[in-house]
Structure formats: structure tokens, C-alpha cells
């Protein structure tokens, strides 16, 4: 009795994981829109990322040279320290994000790019709350993250749930289809109150259901989140950059567009 009750459930989850955002993927409105292009970055929205102490951002520089908008395209560029600025670090990367700037709650986010393949490259295109979250809580999205030469992006969420809490019965929290990285590609997210889905040009990769009764498994419809696009080199999932002829890393983003739903979802 125990086996087969803990089998449906799983099939249950199975189940939403497949079907779940299909009653959604209509009645979006388009409400912001950034297509680059200015010939500057628009910095009523967006904010260089400066240098942090994670994987993901202990490359970063606040340089112009590494974030900037080129012929209606964003440009986010990875290279060797050339020490014409004051990092010190082996490698210097740009990005930007919407922090404390532009932010949506229970929204669908849109972005399409492209970027090269290098050892050590770590393309992102993600989501995180706007605002402090009480502790324990966590809430990311990754719509976008890449590793080194993969034919594949990977989609994926973070709470507190996935990362700490022990669960037999947790659905699968990311998905990596298959993608051709050279070519641009439109990638997805969908905030719901009951699930977030993600999309590859415009098809469906994944839903995360919202499971009952699960105290920090679904935080994501409480919070606005802002946008971030980053160019990292190096970091322990990705290894280190051991072809430095490679570089430059190179992201280009074509537009980025948030639809949201009128009244209640």
C-alpha cells in the first residue's frame, strides 16, 4: 500500500509536469519591451553588474567595454584581464540587471539570444526577487544557463525547498533540451500561482508544479523579480577557462519582453 500510494503520487506530478501550463500559455499582454536600441544601455532600467563574491560574479566588471549596446543588439563580452582597469582578477566579464529598477510579479519574461561557445563560459539569463525575502525562504529562476560546448541550455529553479529540504517525492526542478547555442534562440519563463513554466522557442520544456502542503516549495508567485544577463568565465560548474585563445566569450541579446495577465490568475 505504502509503494503504491507513493507511485501515484509521482505519476500525479508527472502528470501536472506535463500538462500543467497548457490552460496558461493564452490571455498574456505585452507590457514592457527593451530592444536595445539606443546606443547606449538605458540606464533608467538596467545597472552594470559590478564584482561579487559568488561563481557567478567574482569576474564582473563595471567596465563600458564589457556591457554595451552595438547595432540594436546587447553585447556582453568575457576577456582576459588586460589591466587597463583596477581588477585584478584573470579574467574580467560583463553584465547587467534590472535590480531595484524594473521588476515584475507573476509575469511571462521573454528573452532571445545567442552567444559563442568557449571552455569555462557561463552564459545566464535569470530571474531573482526584488526585494528581501524572509529567511529561509529563496526564490530563483534560471530561464537560460549555459556550460562550455553543451548542445543544450538548462532551465531551472532554486528555493529553499529544492536546495535544503529532504522530499522522496520532490518534482524534477530543471530541464536542459537540446539547442543550437550559435544560433539565436528565444527563451522563456512563466510565473503562476501554480506553477512556473518554461519554453524554448516557443515550445514547452518544463512545468514545476505547486505542490500541496510543502512549506518553501513555492515562493515565486509572492515576489516582483528582476532581470539579470551575465557573461561569467570560470566557476565549479563550469571548470576553468584552460583555452584562454578561446575568448572572448561573447553574449548577444536581442530584445528582452515581459507579458503580464490582467486581473486575477
Not at 3 to 24: E, N, Y
Not at 44 to 65: A, C, N
Not at 133 to 162: G, R
Request: proline share 6%.
Amino acid at each position: 500500500m505504502k509503494k503504491a500510494t507513493k507511485l501515484s503520487v509521482i505519476q500525479a506530478i508527472a502528470v501536472m509536469m506535463l500538462s500543467g501550463c497548457a490552460m496558461h500559455q493564452t490571455g498574456w499582454k505585452l507590457v514592457w519591451t527593451e530592444n536595445f536600441k539606443g546606443k547606449t544601455i538605458d540606464e533608467r532600467v538596467w545597472s552594470r553588474i559590478g564584482k561579487g563574491g559568488s561563481d557567478w560574479d567574482d569576474m564582473m566588471s563595471l567596465r563600458p567595454d564589457l556591457a554595451y549596446v552595438e547595432d540594436g543588439k546587447l553585447v556582453l563580452l568575457g576577456k582576459e584581464n588586460d589591466h587597463s582597469g583596477t581588477e585584478t582578477t584573470p579574467f574580467v566579464t560583463g553584465g547587467i540587471w534590472s535590480m531595484h529598477k524594473k521588476s515584475f510579479r507573476m509575469a511571462r519574461f521573454e528573452i532571445r539570444a545567442r552567444f559563442n561557445t568557449v571552455q569555462g563560459f557561463w552564459p545566464a539569463l535569470w530571474l531573482m526577487p526584488d526585494t528581501a525575502l524572509p529567511a529561509p525562504n529563496y526564490a530563483e529562476i534560471d530561464i537560460m544557463e549555459h556550460v562550455n560546448f553543451e548542445a543544450k541550455a538548462h532551465q531551472t529553479v532554486h528555493s529553499h525547498y529544492t536546495l535544503h529540504i529532504q522530499d522522496d517525492n520532490k518534482p524534477a526542478q530543471s530541464v536542459a533540451p537540446e539547442i543550437n547555442p550559435d544560433e539565436w534562440n528565444t527563451y522563456a519563463t512563466e510565473i503562476h500561482p501554480d506553477s512556473i513554466c518554461f519554453f524554448i522557442n516557443g515550445k514547452k520544456t518544463m512545468t514545476y508544479p505547486r505542490l500541496a502542503n510543502k512549506e518553501y516549495q513555492f515562493p515565486w508567485p509572492d515576489y516582483p523579480f528582476y532581470i539579470i544577463l551575465s557573461n561569467q568565465l570560470g566557476g565549479k560548474w563550469v571548470g576553468p577557462v584552460s583555452e584562454p585563445q578561446q575568448l572572448p566569450s561573447i553574449i548577444w541579446v536581442d530584445w528582452v519582453k515581459v507579458y503580464e495577465k490582467r486581473g486575477k490568475q
